[in-house]
């Protein structure tokens, strides 16, 4: 499995999606933790970051393309 890139700003799908019924996360803060806040209900959740590449499926906007 080829490691997962993900930045600042990205909108992510998890593998376990919002009880709301959303699927789209944006991540907010990144550090040792990753924030993400629901697209939905704007509810966030700080994850530590090993446990957010495990949990996340994959990215559905990337903000840092061209970089
Ligand atoms: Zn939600």
Redesign the pocket.
């Known amino acids: 499995m080829e490691p997962k890139k993900f930045a600042l700003n990205d909108i992510v799908e998890m593998k376990k999606q ?1 009880p ?1 019924g ?1 699927n789209k996360w944006k991540i907010i803060r990144m550090g040792a933790d990753v924030r993400i806040k ?1 697209e ?2 704007q ?1 966030s959740v700080m994850i530590p970051r090993r446990e957010f590449e495990k949990k996340m499926k994959k990215v559905l906007i990337s903000v840092n393309e061209s970089n």
Request: a neutral charge.
């Open positions: 919002h709301c959303t629901c939905g209900c509810h």
